[in-house]
């Protein structure tokens, strides 16, 4: 009698005991497999055996995230890629470019120009429809508004961490619109994490050192050593960006007549002339540089 | 008595499935009508056209040519239907509504005012037996609660016509007996009824009149017993003999 | 009317005992609060690309209930046989069509609410803004949009035979002129002549449904779109769902039904 339930009671539950059997099954296969993934990932880094599987399609991503920001920056007036495909594409350069800097005039009217993509209205749905969408151009007016393309910046960032671009544009808006210089260092961190070799992204930590945490030490640090990288990116590779290495002696120059360290300076400014655009101009300073070095300094 | 249906040289032809393969007569010059307080029995084998005959008086297939009435109106006409009640061949109706939501929603289309629509609901529902199931989807009931679900929903805005096409087909012996009373009912309350059937017993015992088709032509018409005494025959047998049926030879 | 009424009630259940409708607002609920717990340099007020998302997804499950309950109501009648009990009651196949497109629509309308009070709960308790009016002026184009949409699907559902092949071909028709529409005589202007000609026919010809889709002024708080254009806007979409819908009767009114 009991044994006969006993197996009646099994008959029912064996679909439930066969649910516990397949789950258990299921985990341990899990925890075998867990310790392959590292196998796979170290694999990976040998034969970027990722990069092969999503590196296109996450650099695409990230690339459409970084112009999502550049849109966000323009409230949403932004050419398609018909309207691209029309004229020349944007860059986003001045996506950093401050509003009240001395600004380029004929940059930005260049950037003006680009931006009228529209044109005059073709015909008359053309026309009636340019108010149902953002159809004038404009850059983020409020200082608060610009925290907006961060979220996009994040992702582009997230997709593709060896996108420089994405790190110091962050960087600049968190601590010069912002004041989040402590989100801005660690971003750019994460950044450099992934691209240790980065000259930009060195320079933009010693923009933050120098500008908004007054430590010209740690600046210069970071600029010496970018300098350093970028000297080294520049025997390597064909084509080094010059802009870069403009850029960082420059601050490197700034720094140092700051300082008051004026062989320094007087060092950086003759690298200068080397590749500066204005080249008279600096070789002014270069002379006056070179008077005060003349001249004792009198107590 | 005035003809409350009328049907008139009516053809329907079908196009066959395939290309160039003709066309399939499926009415044929048939000429029919259905006085006032008849019920009038419809029938023929399987494919002898009923169905599309009933199709055409509800405006569900066009007429090739010819021309079918009720009321006196011609049945292309929406209004036509107004004092009609229409029993499907099989039972097709919206399986997420209750039985109860649905015949409101039929009485509404009807233009039956509210009030009088839930008496009229609850003494249906109460005539079908659907009344303790009235809350339930459709999707739930069985055959014969949907077929009776059918009948409720023909009879919901009191027609004076009912066109009830095979009304007893799949139905158990009680559920042919339910239907062959409210038949009988509402031959009573002095209605119309049309319905086709395969079924001759129960043609015999509830018909006036009765009609036989075969390939879309009608054969016989006239009343009951009037067939019976010129053919000194029952109703199968006469069925059988105009279809030209002939029983195998016995060894 | 009344019939049209009572028609269209009948969709509007058969839509809210459906469950895809759910499905579809809990996915984006889940979707954004998702994107809203995310950290994001310790800024809480960043609101803009949440909206963005909402709204997109808002714009696919509109387009999605739109298309999926539009696609299916006339094959599904004629499929399950329901037209017959219906069309043997005094009802033409204009009502059923008008009705069958007001039930979707309103259906649709009510399930657009509850999509943008859940946008407005989520900006606002962000931003602490409440651009009311620029959301109701979102919905109302939106719900104008849907109408042509939904139109559109009634006709081809009259058309084409089977439900799934119609709601595909609808789909992508309706993406590409949300899409493209805007662009075509640009394209057209750039190709040489038989398709230049062809293309700027579209181009007139279409409806211009990406007129309805304000989501970039209401993510960038642009302001409003002024009422009048609204008002033009609104009818331009009516006069295209008329027209879809005595396209529609005209398909559906000689068509035998016994298949
Ligand atoms: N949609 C259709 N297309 C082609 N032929 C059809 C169609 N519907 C019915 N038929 C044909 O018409 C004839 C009559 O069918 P029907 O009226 O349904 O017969 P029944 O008397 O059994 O109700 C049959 O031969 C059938 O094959
Ligand atoms: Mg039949």
């Known amino acids: 009698m009991f044994p006969a339930q006993g197996a009646e009671q099994v008959k029912k539950c064996s679909p439930y005991l066969g649910l516990v059997f397949l789950v258990t099954v299921c985990f341990t296969l899990a925890t075998c497999l867990q310790c392959r993934p590292g196998q796979w990932t170290a694999r990976a880094q040998s034969d970027n055996f990722l990069n092969v599987l999503l590196g296109d399609g996450r650099r695409m991503f990230a690339n459409h995230f970084f112009v999502k920001a550049d849109i966000y920056f323009h409230s949403g007036y932004y050419p398609s890629i018909f309207e691209q495909a029309a004229r020349q594409s944007i860059d986003t350069k001045h996506m950093t470019e401050e509003p009240h800097d001395e600004k380029d005039e004929k940059e930005e009217h260049e950037h003006e120009q680009t931006m009228n993509f529209l044109g005059a209205p073709k015909d008359w749905i053309d026309r009636f429809g340019r108010h149902f969408y953002p159809s004038s151009h404009s850059h983020l007016e409020k200082p608060g508004d610009a925290r907006e393309i961060l979220p996009w910046l994040r992702l582009s960032a997230d997709m593709d961490p060896e996108r420089i671009e994405t790190y110091t544009v962050a960087a600049f808006w968190l601590r010069k619109r912002l004041g989040k210089v402590d989100e801005a260092e660690q971003f750019l961190r994460e950044g450099l994490r992934a691209n240790p070799t980065s000259s930009e992204i060195l320079f933009e930590l010693g923009q933050l050192y120098f500008e908004n945490r007054h430590d010209p030490v740690r600046a210069r640090n970071l600029w010496e050593l970018g300098l350093r990288r970028w000297q080294a990116q520049a025997e390597t590779s064909q084509k080094p960006d010059d802009g870069m290495y403009l850029k960082l002696i420059i601050n490197l120059a700034h720094l140092e007549e700051e300082q008051g360290d004026l062989r320094k300076t007087l060092y950086y400014r003759e690298l200068e002339v080397k590749v500066s655009p204005q080249p008279i101009a600096v070789q002014k300073e270069i002379d006056e540089l070179k008077q005060k070095l003349a001249t004792p300094i009198v107590h | 008595m005035s003809a409350i249906l009328d049907i008139k040289d009516l053809c329907v032809e079908y196009r066959s499935g395939g290309l160039g393969q003709g066309t399939k007569l499926a009415v044929n010059k048939l000429n029919l009508s259905v006085h006032t307080g008849e019920v009038f029995g419809f029938l023929g084998p399987n494919g002898a056209g009923k169905t599309t005959t009933m199709n055409v008086l509800l405006g569900f297939v066009n007429a090739t040519s010819g021309s079918a009435s009720l009321f006196g109106v011609d049945v292309r006409e929406p209004i036509a239907r107004q004092r009609i009640g229409y029993l499907p061949e099989l039972t097709y109706y919206y399986k997420f509504l209750t039985a109860e939501e649905l015949l409101r929603f039929y009485a509404k289309v009807f233009g039956i005012p509210r009030l009088e629509a839930s008496k009229r609901i609850d003494q249906l529902l109460k005539l079908v037996e659907l009344e303790s199931v009235r809350k339930r989807p459709i999707k739930s009931y069985s055959k014969g609660m949907q077929q009776r679900v059918g009948l409720a929903q023909a009879l919901i805005n009191n027609p004076d016509l009912l066109i009830l096409d095979e009304p007893t087909s799949g139905l158990d012996p009680i559920g042919r007996m339910k239907v062959r009373e409210i038949i009988q009912r509402l031959k009573n309350e002095g209605k119309t009824v049309f319905f086709s059937s395969h079924e001759l017993g129960e043609v015999e015992t509830v018909c006036d009149r009765v009609a036989i088709l075969h390939q879309g032509q009608l054969k016989v018409e006239g009343r009951v017993n009037e067939l019976m005494q010129q053919y000194q025959s029952n109703l199968e047998q006469i069925f059988l003999k105009i279809i030209g049926y002939q029983p195998a030879p016995q060894p | ?259």
């Open chain 3, 1 to 259: 009317m009344n019939t049209i009424l009572a028609l269209s009630q009948v969709v509007i259940k058969e839509l809210y005992r459906r469950k895809d409708f759910y499905v579809l607002f809990v996915l984006t609920a889940i979707i954004t609060l998702l994107m809203a717990s995310a950290n994001l340099f310790h800024d809480d007020k960043i609101v803009r690309y949440l909206k963005e998302i909402c709204l997109l997804l808002i714009w696919l499950s509109g387009l999605v209930i739109a298309i999926g309950t539009a696609a299916r109501q006339i094959p599904a009648e004629r499929e399950n046989r329901t037209i017959f009990p219906l069309l043997a009651k005094p009802v033409s196949r204009a009502q059923v069509v008008v009705g069958k497109f007001l039930g979707c629509w309103f259906a649709c309308g009510v399930a657009l609410v509850m999509f943008y009070l859940f946008l407005g709960l989520i900006s606002g308790s962000r931003e602490h803004e409440w651009p009311v009016l620029s959301y109701l002026q979102a919905l109302w184009l939106q719900w104008v949009f849907i109408a042509v949409v939904i139109a559109l699907v009634l006709l081809g559902s009259v058309i084409f035979a089977a439900p799934s092949s119609n709601g595909t071909i609808s789909f992508v028709v309706v993406l590409g002129i949300w899409g493209l529409g805007r662009y075509l005589h640009q394209v057209a202007l750039q190709q040489a002549e038989p398709i230049r000609t062809l293309l700027s026919v579209i181009y007139f010809l279409i409806p211009h449904l990406e007129w309805y889709d304000v989501r970039d002024l209401v993510v960038h708080s642009k302001g409003l779109v002024p009422w009048g254009y609204c008002a033009l806007a609104s009818l331009y979409g009516a006069a295209y769902t008329a027209f879809f819908l005595v396209a529609t009767w005209l398909c559906f009114r000689r068509k035998a039904l016994n298949k």
